[in-house]
């Protein structure tokens, strides 16, 4: 079984400035891929960012990089230029790269606020 | 991004009620899930389909029970509602290899 955890329950962060999220997890799997979700106020779940476990390149979109560290299995989430719609709770998942149910197990959330 | 549509978003019911809560999505997805989310956050999969006439059970024993008659429809039903089912109600959809695309949720309260 896997396990996912986001040791920073709560985080904040002043506008324009840049925060790191950490994820950790736990597993025997080799192929997997790995995700960062976005639920802001509105509790809407919206993907920000994917990650092939085989990608030794880090992925990005816009303002949103990994730091992807296999064998440490880490997965951090920096978020550049931060702005005040970047306030949500950000979610870690895991998923085993199979021909099944494409399982999500997430982790227990970071509660980001971006202040003014 | 697929379009993923869950009605109502918000519902106020007292106990002892039959519930459905619709999930639909427009992209043809062949498996789908639900999750419930607690109060503090946890996001736990309660049902899950692998395609028309499959429904399985998640990780979290619920008192609710879904159908898969069509593709694009799976619904959720709680037969006497109780106010432990309060919570947010998540469904998602996906597509092989991987990414899981989210409905806006329906905020269940059961009084």
């Known amino acids: 079984a896997q396990t996912v955890t986001q040791s920073q329950p709560e985080m904040s962060v002043q506008e324009a400035e840049t925060v790191t999220l950490s994820c950790t997890y736990d597993t025997s799997e080799s192929n997997y891929y790995l995700f960062w979700y976005k639920q802001p106020p509105s509790r809407q779940m919206i993907l920000v960012i994917r990650?092939?476990?085989?990608?030794?390149q880090n992925a990005t979109e816009n303002r949103f990089s990994v730091n992807f560290q296999k064998a440490a299995k880490s997965f951090s989430l920096k978020i550049s230029d931060s702005q005040l719609g970047d306030t949500a709770m950000y979610f870690c998942?895991?998923?085993?790269?199979?021909?099944?149910?494409?399982?999500?197990?997430f982790g227990g959330g970071t509660r980001l606020m971006v202040k003014p | 991004e697929a379009d993923i549509y869950q009605t109502p978003r918000y519902l106020v019911i007292g106990t002892g009620k039959k519930i459905t809560l619709e999930c639909s999505q427009t992209?043809?997805?062949?498996?789908m899930y639900w999750y419930q989310q607690d109060p503090g956050m946890e996001l736990h999969l309660i049902h899950y389909s692998y395609g028309v006439n499959s429904t399985e059970k998640g990780d979290l024993s619920s008192e609710s029970t879904v159908s898969r008659i069509r593709t694009e429809h799976f619904p959720l039903t709680l037969e006497s509602a109780r106010p432990s089912h309060t919570s947010q109600y998540l469904c998602a959809s996906s597509t092989p290899p991987d990414t899981q695309y989210f409905g806006p949720g329906t905020r269940l309260t059961v009084l």
């Open positions: 992209m043809g997805h062949d498996k």
């Open positions: 998942a895991f998923m085993k790269q199979d021909n099944a149910g494409n399982m999500l197990t």
């Open positions: 990650q092939e476990a085989y990608k030794q």
